[in-house]
């Protein structure tokens, strides 16, 4: 059911496809749009091939579960890539099963529901330091103070990278997911020729840097077992083989930007939505451990940091009365998805209670879904029972500003105004 006496935000014609559709917030109401009127549909673009894009939950679900006839071998995102391309900076990401499947079982220990619990302490000690910084101050930038410090500080642990390098790794990994964004990168990838970097992960000179970087870290532990997730990605597999020297520096630069972007922009979207909804900060004091798990969930489902993954089409498909060709790219919108009225009632409203939640923030349902979905649903969780503790109201202190990208959707300045608990 649809949301009653709410404006659906956004332009309702968007050109999905622009950047600069998104640098105002999501279009909403064009995705709404499509999931009403033309919900499997052909997208034209004037500077490459064309595309499906799909915006229904359930098509989506569908697809993405298909992996023998919707590949991901082609790569992930809307860009289009030669096959030398692809091959140089293939994360396992860009696999199908059976090679996704030996990669994600070999790293799956690491980030398993069991494992990451046990980092609790840890995230809430980063936690409780972060705000606590931060709210000396009455008024701040909820992103700088906040958001993106714990994603990185967290993963630096897990990791096991030092934690005087984390900074500039954060501006890196910004450089590389937000290459679209002139605020973080100088290389803009529609604005600049960036064919020098064509090899280099999101065609990106920091991915360069990256790689350089992960080289050192890799020769730190070739000799030393340093028991943290690194030395896990250089250890054998179960059937002796290892990754290569490349597999291991896209797989590096993809921890780095994937592990801590998303998070940040879950965080940025949750404190907006404190913002937007006031009696919000109320109902998040008085939950439980139960209720919390379902509050996560629904601040997940509203976020929705990854809007999009694609999929190539590797042989000719009947879907709904549509012909789909096989080399068709088939673009599956998460962000579409998670506001499908027909499975969420009133999705243009935060319900905290939400029961069944099947959002598709982690692309669920597939054998790509995210690997670092528990500890991102724990940090989120833990950085919001602390700050409602000792927050007493948070208000908005200027305009925010939103990622320029048809990609990663997500708040990336929000200037607010806290009255602490006394």
């Known amino acids: 059911m649809a949301d009653l006496n709410v404006t659906i935000p956004g332009d309702a014609n968007a050109d999905i496809t622009s950047h600069d559709a998104y640098a105002q917030g999501v279009p909403h109401a064009t995705f709404e749009r499509l999931r009403q009127k033309s919900p499997i549909c052909w997208v034209d ?92 101050e009455p008024q701040f930038d909820a992103v700088t103070m906040i958001a993106r410090k714990l994603p990185m500080r967290m993963l630096g642990r897990v990791v096991g990278l030092p934690d005087e390098d984390l900074d500039w790794l954060v501006d890196k990994g910004d450089s590389l ?41 890799a020769a730190l532990r070739r000799d030393t077992n340093k028991d943290d997730l690194l030395s896990l990605f250089l250890a054998p597999m ?22 801590n972007d998303t998070t940040r922009y879950s965080i940025s979207a949750s404190i907006k939505a ?7 900060l109320s109902q998040l004091r008085t939950l439980d451990e139960a209720q919390w798990l379902l509050a996560v969930e629904e601040m997940l489902r509203w976020a929705s940091p990854t809007m999009h993954f694609r999929r190539t089409a590797i042989e000719d498909v009947e879907f709904k009365g549509h012909h789909i060709n096989a080399g068709d790219k088939v673009i599956l919108w998460f962000i579409s998805a998670n506001r499908d009225e027909t499975v969420f009632e009133q999705p243009f409203t935060i ?23 528990w500890l991102a649903r724990l940090e989120l969780r833990v950085v919001l029972q602390e700050l409602v503790k000792r927050v007493h109201s948070i208000e908005q202190s200027g305009p925010e500003t939103y990622l320029r990208s048809n990609f990663i959707g997500g708040i990336k300045s929000l200037p607010v105004s806290i009255q602490c608990v006394q």
């Open 45 to 136: 673009r004037s500077d490459g091939p064309g595309f499906w894009a799909i915006t229904r939950h359930e098509d989506i679900l569908t697809i993405n579960r298909d992996h023998a006839r919707f590949s991901s071998a082609h790569g992930i995102r809307m860009e289009d890539q030669t096959p030398d391309e692809v091959e140089a900076r293939r994360t396992f990401q860009e696999t199908d099963p059976p090679v996704h499947t030996r990669a994600r079982i070999h790293l799956n220990r690491a980030f398993s529901k069991k494992m990451i619990a046990a980092y609790e302490v840890q995230v809430r000690e980063l936690a409780v330091e972060i705000l606590d910084n931060a709210l000396l």
């Open 177 to 217: 997911i937000a290459n679209t964004d002139p605020d973080f990168t100088d290389h803009v990838i529609d604005q600049v020729n960036t064919d020098e970097y064509r090899f280099y992960p999101f065609r990106s000179p920091a991915g360069k840097d990256l790689y350089d970087y992960a080289e050192k870290q």
């Open 238 to 259: 179960k059937n002796g083989e290892t990754f290569t020297d490349l597999e291991f520096k896209n797989a590096f630069a993809l921890l780095v930007s994937a592990g």
């Open 274 to 280: 404190l913002i937007d909804n006031p009696g919000l």
């Open 351 to 373: 319900n905290i209670n939400r029961t069944p939640n099947p959002h598709l923030a982690f692309g669920q349902g597939s054998v790509h879904a995210c690997l670092g979905m």
